[in-house]
């Protein structure tokens, strides 16, 4: 099982008009807090994590190594307290001596932070010796700006319903002020302000409840440059309590809910957000040293904010949990539309889920998962789909016996590529852009077109070098007249060739290898040496980041690698690849300032390595790309280099986050590739497939495509009718009433059907569920809308629907119904009910078999006789689950969701020979995945099986989204061999890849609820077995020995075995 979204923290720093990601670390459980904070003695800022678990870790940002580093952990779960109702809620003292956190209702922990300008005295605490913030401490110096014990507040907070807190900024000499919103029985709400008094371990009451409006939501603390004090936010006014003033500054605002506030300057304006938003300034007004009122203005227009930063230079970046995440520049009015806002950059999110397909719209064997994302006018249709996408701007026809393609320029400074060089066995074509058509040239002088191109390339000074196999030949671009030509002698003849800037690599029969340099209008052979074997490829490029120039070589005999040092062509080192396939391709290449070397075999396969400083070839991995041969070129797009890998499994490899990644391309097969920045597309591609040379742009490179279909109203259900190639979708808005009330709107929509039914119900504030309801009957005619055909009524509300052999099965509230459609009268009849539910409120089905999943009941196996039109209960699960969806993976095994955020397996029964025990699944797995799953659905964003997909260590049978916005992949494990070595791999990783702030994998992963909590089993963690890729060659090692180890006696497991299979399970997603 593996998610493409997961629980992470990412790090970009802004650049002009944009965020790069430095670092992405997935985190051991969910993230309930995060701040950003700058110490004393610091020169970055550290960031505060806390977990909704009660882990707490302090990080660090190391600028060598890119990554994250704990500087202080602790764990403050208390399972015997009940947790606060508003959730976690986490604070950093302005002035840095403090973090507060409240976890559990009525609890208020401290975690003291030291701090110079404040007597150890004063302090009367211990400084822990490890990094653990929570734990017997010992006696020693303190360093400012480290942490001491956490303790709880000696005083309980008596404000049971906390609403929001705040840490006043106070000068450093007194102590820091905790200000707490809360509500009372009578749902009055109040705003009561203590002093920490950390040497004695206490809350002391400073200031006594303050009544403010009932609507009151938000406390912003205020800087001492300001006037200190905090506001408070309502739904119709903003307060400003301040210290300095005899009473509060009242500010009234049009009815809104504010959801996030950012401080801009010292403290005179603070940006907010409010739940449909919109963004406003509110500024704190001055006249003569005091605050004298408030002002708000509106600002503009954004997604709907669940956090506002204020980056620098204007930047503000928006991040939303019901849409994109959005960056934004905050610029000087516009005079025509008013805006100060321009949007940058905008990052995908696709929480929350509602309900998704699985559609194959295209019928390439490529399934799409369309979802119904976001919420209420950020509402919107997404599809997902997997690989990269390339859309095709032209195509020259018969090109079947190509051999090669390079672009050209018109001259060497030119921005825009005009010419394609086109080899074939036994000559070479030329194809100009001309306008918006590419026309094959003549009139090419000495250009040798009766013969075979090795390479082809721009030089310096507006010249073109051509390699074939008897010559080298510079030539000008205006008139194709030779400057310079290198003839090699008779029955020599050049195998391969590589140039950069204006040095020339080529490799002859017998292993001779030749350097030459074009300088002053002179071809000049440099450097020559001969090893003992065929050249079978070469690359010859310079490493910026290492400021040298080396060759790579591949060989035939040995199946060795052999990079060397230009200009004279010594050997650094060889490296003897395993197997018997020959390299035919080879590469050098800097991704993000890190050097690779890239090595392609004749079965498809490919070497990676890293350079290191001292110029040796180091952590060698393995990946199976394709079946055939590899070619591979490097190309950019939005300004980063990555490599294509033509085959018959087009594939571009690019880094994330300092790892190589692969992600396929969405054509069938390419066999030669260039880059092709023409004026028609910039960044566009010219490569040879289906034996045409097309011209094409591709998408950004990453590994899954997400297209947005805006609806600015929530999405709740959605269905795709195959014959009609139209999509259903059951959305919610709101529409103000005259007389002033909110009221919900449902509507169905249609996307882009013979047929649709909808289940509805209606819900009234007296009656704890529905007790009646319709299922409405729609079809569309031939104009393309909506027609209402049948309504049957229903005693309750209609929770799910299924089809089983062309009858409409239906989950209504505690009841499955079977209804069939007579065409003769166009009415549903009921034709039977399955009962004893609390609430149907999922349906799955496969074949002649439902699985229901009840609110509490969990799941419950149903078969339907279509000879009775009746349904027969198979089997139960006598355990209790608050189910939140369900799937069948086949006819006995049965995948279940709760509402814990765990997943559990169940299978039938039966062998058994009681009829008790026939009717009991029983479990077969459990696992904690950390996100609220909504639905399951069969199906897989990779290729349909073949008989190769089929030989996969996994097989993916089932997708899922949840609540937050992720994606999962659940595959199934066919043989018993490969499940106990990749459960023995599992526990291995355990131990090597440690989480961050020492958060464990195995609590991370146990299965949760209110009642119990045991160790996962039977489902293995995807995520975690994929990490064993990014382990360098030493810890894989250490990883397989232990592997090897465990299951001793079965089929033996080498490390390339090992590897390989990691390596196929990347390819189910």
């Not at 913030?133 to 907070?157: H, S, Y």
């Not at 809360?182 to 400073?206: F, G, P």
């Not at 004298?292 to 991040?319: C, H, I, N, W």
């Not at 018969?398 to 060497?412: H, I």
């Amino acid at each position: 099982m593996t998610d493409e979204f997961s629980t992470n923290i990412d790090s970009n720093p802004t650049v002009r008009k944009s965020l790069r990601l430095i670092t992405d670390v997935p985190i051991y459980g969910r993230i309930a807090c995060i701040h950003a904070f700058r110490p004393e003695h610091r020169d970055t800022d550290l960031i505060f994590v806390s977990t909704e678990r009660g882990s707490v870790i302090v990080l660090s940002f190391d600028q060598q190594t890119q990554r994250l580093v704990p500087e202080a952990t602790g764990d403050f779960n208390d399972p015997s307290s009940r947790l606060a109702d508003p959730g976690q809620i986490g604070l950093v003292d302005p002035q840095n001596r403090m973090i507060g956190l409240h976890i559990h209702q009525g609890n208020f922990k401290i975690i003291p932070m030291f701090h110079s300008q404040i007597s150890l005295s004063s302090w009367n605490l211990l400084v822990n010796s490890s990094q653990s913030i929570k734990g017997k401490g010992v006696a020693r110096p303190p360093v400012p700006g480290e942490f001491g014990e956490a303790f709880n507040a000696k005083q309980v907070l008596d404000e049971l319903h906390v609403i929001s807190l705040a840490l006043l900024h106070e000068p450093i000499e007194k102590h820091p002020t905790l200000a707490v919103l809360h509500m009372d029985s009578k749902e009055s709400r109040y705003v009561t302000q203590y002093e920490v008094v950390i040497k004695e371990k206490a809350l002391v009451l400073k200031s006594a409840a303050t009544k403010v409006e009932n609507g009151s939501s938000l406390l912003i603390p205020v800087p001492l440059a300001a006037g200190g004090g905090v506001l408070v936010v309502g739904e119709q006014s903003i307060a400003l309590h301040s210290p300095s003033l005899q009473k509060p500054i009242m500010l009234s605002i049009k009815a809104t809910l504010i959801k996030c506030f950012n401080q801009v300057d010292v403290g005179f304006r603070y940006l907010l957000g409010d739940y449909e938003g919109q963004l406003y300034i509110l500024a704190i007004i001055f006249a003569n040293g005091t605050a004298r009122e408030l002002k708000m203005t509106p600002v503009g227009q954004t997604v709907q904010a669940s956090s506002l930063t204020y980056l620098t230079d204007g930047y503000l970046f928006v991040a939303s949990h019901f849409g994109d995440s959005e960056l934004y520049l905050i610029v000087p009015e516009d005079a025509n539309t008013g805006n100060v806002l321009t949007l940058c950059k905008t990052f995908s999110n696709l929480a929350p889920i509602s309900d998704f397909c699985v559609v194959d719209i295209e019928k390439q064997g490529q399934a799409q998962i369309v979802a119904c994302s976001g919420a209420q006018r950020d509402g919107s249709i997404r599809i997902i789909r997997n690989g990269i996408g390339v859309e095709e701007i032209g195509q020259l026809d018969d090109m079947e016996e190509l051999t090669g393609v390079w672009a050209l320029k018109p001259y060497s400074a030119a921005r825009h590529d005009n010419v394609l060089v086109l080899s074939f066995i036994g000559e070479t074509r030329l194809q100009k852009l001309d306008g918006d058509s590419m026309a094959e040239m003549d009139m090419l002088g000495n250009f040798k077109t009766a013969e075979r191109t090795l390479w082809c390339q721009n030089l310096s000074s507006d010249m073109v070098v051509q390699i074939t196999s008897q010559s080298i030949t510079i030539l000008t671009i205006e008139g194709w007249t030779t400057v310079a030509e290198w003839c090699f002698d008779l029955g020599a003849s050049v195998t391969h060739a590589s140039v950069y800037q204006n040095m020339i690599l080529v490799s002859l029969g017998g292993g001779m290898i030749h350097l030459f340099e074009f300088n002053d209008r002179e071809l000049v052979m440099k450097r020559s040496i001969q090893i003992q074997v065929e050249v079978s490829c070469l690359h010859i490029c310079k490493m910026e980041e290492l400021n040298v120039c080396l060759c790579a070589v591949g060989c035939w005999e040995d199946n060795s690698v052999r990079l060397l040092k230009i200009p004279d062509l010594s050997e650094i080192q060889k490296e003897i690849l395993p197997g018997d396939t020959i390299p035919r391709s080879i590469l050098l290449v800097e991704f993000d300032n890190l050097p690779y070397l890239l090595v392609s075999l004749g079965d498809g396969q490919l070497f990676n390595f890293r350079i290191g400083k001292s110029l040796k070839l180091a952590d060698r991995k393995k990946i199976t790309l394709a079946t055939q041969p590899i070619t591979l070129r490097t190309f950019q797009s939005h300004g980063r280099t990555h490599v294509f890998a033509a085959s018959d499994r087009p594939t571009v490899i690019f880094v994330k986050s300092g790892q190589l990644l692969y992600s396929n391309v969405n054509v069938r097969e390419i066999s030669h590739v260039s880059p092709f920045n023409s004026h028609m597309a910039e960044g566009a591609l010219a490569f040879a497939s289906d034996g045409a040379l097309k011209i094409g742009t591709i998408e950004t490179v990453q590994k899954l495509h997400i297209k947005t279909i805006k609806l600015g109203e929530t999405p709740r259900r959605i269905a795709y009718h195959d014959v009609s190639h139209t999509f259903g979708v059951l959305t919610v808005f709101s529409r103000n009433l005259p007389n002033g009330d909110l009221a919900d709107i449902s509507c169905l929509r249609l996307l882009d059907g013979q047929g649709y039914e909808v289940g509805t119900g209606f819900a009234f504030p007296h009656e704890d569920e529905p007790v009646r309801g319709r299922i409405l009957v729609f079809k569309v005619n031939d104009m393309r809308l909506l027609q209402l055909v049948h309504e049957y009524d229903i005693r309750g509300s209609a929770y799910s629907f299924v089809s089983v052999h062309g009858r409409l099965v239906a989950g209504v509230n505690s009841n499955v119904m079977v209804l069939r459609w007579n065409s003769d009268t166009s009415l549903l009849e009921l034709q039977s009910m399955n009962h004893g539910h609390v609430l149907a409120l999922s349906l799955a089905v496969r074949g002649d078999f439902i699985l229901v999943a009840d609110l509490i009941k969990s799941i419950t196996l149903l078969q339907f006789d279509l000879a009775t039109d009746s349904l027969k209960e198979l089997a139960y699960d006598a355990d209790s689950n608050w189910m939140t969806a369900a799937e069948l993976i086949d006819d006995d095994t049965f995948l279940g969701a709760d509402s814990s955020m765990n997943i559990f397996a169940l299978s039938k029964q039966g062998d058994q020979v009681s009829e008790e025990e026939r009717q009991r699944l029983r479990p077969k797995g459990w696992f904690h995945t950390g996100e609220l799953i909504n639905r399951f659905r069969k199906g897989s964003l990779t290729l349909h099986a073949t008989d190769e997909t089929l030989a996969l260590p996994a097989i993916p049978e089932i997708l899922y989204c949840t609540v937050h916005g992720a994606i999962g992949v659940v595959a199934r494990i066919p043989s018993d061999e490969t499940a106990k070595i990749l459960s023995t791999l599992q526990e291995a990783l355990k131990s090597v890849v440690q989480g961050v702030g020492g958060l464990i994998h195995s609590d991370w992963r146990r299965y949760r609820t209110e009642r119990r909590s045991i160790k996962s089993a039977g489902i293995i963690d995807g995520d975690l077995i994929e990490s064993f890729l990014e382990l360098d060659r030493s810890m894989q090692d250490h990883v397989f020995t232990q592997v090897a180890t465990q299951v001793a006696g079965s089929t033996p497991v080498t490390l390339e075995t090992l590897t390989k299979m990691v390596e196929d399970l990347t390819r189910i997603h």
